[in-house]
């Protein structure tokens, strides 16, 4: 049975998430049933990030094993007739058998995404969160600078996240303002690994210091003294973007 790694794109306002749920439809479910009629029989998708409800994605990557060999530019054509207007099949390629889009991962890339409008713009309602006070840019990058590096990350996670260590590498977090969309702000968050929440919990309290509702060494301080209800609130689903997933050796500590 071949194996194949698929590049997903979602618009997930109207979805419960990621992964299979008997409470709304999933991406994985719609993707799962796109294949299935597509090849005549059952297929199992594997994605590399579970994203939550109301999540989007520009590059999710799925692991697949099909019954037979397709073309990829089939199984991209193929599978895309079969799904709805918010999710898309961008890429297929076949791999080695052992592949697992989860397992095999070396890191993440995640944008979260600010309209800092005044007035909210029905264009960027569904991908952004709408957040009407002036925010300080420069505040907002120091908050993130402190935040790189390998840290205890348990009070940016959320009550009920399971693992077992709190402990990861962010690479790089990074606070900008889109060339071509200036009343945006994007958050990019780079790490190996993350908890429940993470990326939104960050986002957050980096929002509170741009609002000057935290200083930079009360951000610092969280990563000494765990406290999650001293960090910022935990930013809304629907901007939060995952934009790669990256394969190869895991680098850092």
Known sequence: MPTYRLTVCYDGTDFCGWQRQANGPSVQAVL?????????EPVICRGAGRTDSGVHALG??????LPRELPEKALVYGTNNHLPDSVAVMEAVLVEDDFDARHSSSGKLYRYQIWNGKIRSPLH???HWHVGHALDLAAMSRA?????GRH???AFRAADCERLTTVRWMKRLEVFRPSHDPLA???EVEGTAFLKNMVRI???????????????????ELLVTGDRSR??????AKGLVLVRVDYGRREGP
């Open 60 to 65: 999710q990557v799925v692991s697949i094993r």
């Open 185 to 187: 702000i994007h958050i």
């Open 231 to 236: 960090a910022g609130q935990t930013a809304p």
């Open 202 to 220: 960050l986002s957050g309290t980096i929002v509170a210091a741009g609002r000057g509702l935290r200083t930079v060494e009360e951000v610092a």
């Open 32 to 40: 799962e049933a796109a294949l299935a009629q597509l090849v005549g």
């Open 125 to 127: 309602t569904r991908n």
């Open 152 to 154: 205890d990350f348990r």
């Open 144 to 148: 993130a600078q402190v935040l790189v």
